[in-house]
T-cell receptor, first 116, second 111 residues
């Protein structure tokens, strides 16, 4: 199957700093990637749709100025959590859409962000 | 955001037992997907369903796309300890790439 790599796997940062998370499709090109947030023992909640070469589309309630998304190439999308606060601590997961005979979503391994 | 209703929320079964979980929605979906997530990892695709009524197997896993297109179920036969994890269903609308996830079923297997 297609491989999506997310980096870093975990990060600890101080309040007020910014953190960048990368999502790469390693063996396919993805014009669309998605960013999710997951709290402990809860499901994945879609934050935004990342479109290569255009602005990201954010879900209702997600602050676009706080969660900056850049999809500059067909294999890389980045999520930057700006001015992080402890309540931003969460598990962030990306997925990339593979379009073949059928459309499938493949997920990265996730990034555990802890803001102290 | 919208979520699909998934049941049961958790299951604690004995090794060798069969497991069944289902997912229901008020909306029609064109694709149903089942994922497994282990702690600290991203979801891994288990089975994808593309047609109403479709029944698809992947080893000990069998999933069906409901006729109404508003539900799906997943069966795991002869469960083993490595089946533990959280199972999520996900629905996808026609012409879209977004996934709407279920609330998850946590499976625990007792030896």
């Amino acid at each position: 199957g297609a491989v999506v790599s997310q980096h870093p796997s975990w990060v600890i940062c101080k309040s007020g700093t910014s953190v960048k998370i990368e999502c790469r499709s390693l063996d396919f090109q993805a014009t669309t990637m998605f960013w999710y947030r997951q709290f402990p023992k809860q499901s994945l909640m879609l934050m935004a749709t990342s479109n290569e070469g255009s602005k990201a589309t954010y879900e209702q309630g997600v602050e676009k100025d706080k969660f900056l998304i850049n999809h500059a190439s067909l294999t890389l999308s980045t999520l930057t959590v700006t001015s992080a606060h402890p309540e931003d601590s969460s598990f962030y997961i990306c997925s990339a859409i593979w379009t073949g005979d059928n459309t499938e979503a493949f997920f990265g391994q996730g990034t555990r962000l802890t803001v102290v | 955001g919208q979520q699909l209703n998934q049941s049961p929320q958790s299951m604690f079964i004995q090794e060798g037992e069969d497991v069944s979980m289902n997912c229901t929605s008020s909306s029609i979906f064109n694709t149903w997907l089942w994922y497994k997530q282990e702690p600290g990892e991203g979801p891994v695709l288990l089975i994808a369903l593309y047609k109403a009524g479709e029944l698809t197997s992947n080893g000990r896993l069998t999933a069906q796309f409901g006729i109404t297109r508003k539900d799906s179920f997943l069966n795991i036969s002869a469960s083993i300890p490595s089946d533990v994890g959280i199972y999520f269903c996900a629905g996808q609308l026609k012409g879209g790439n977004k996934l709407t996830f279920g609330t998850g079923t946590q499976l625990k297997v007792e030896l």
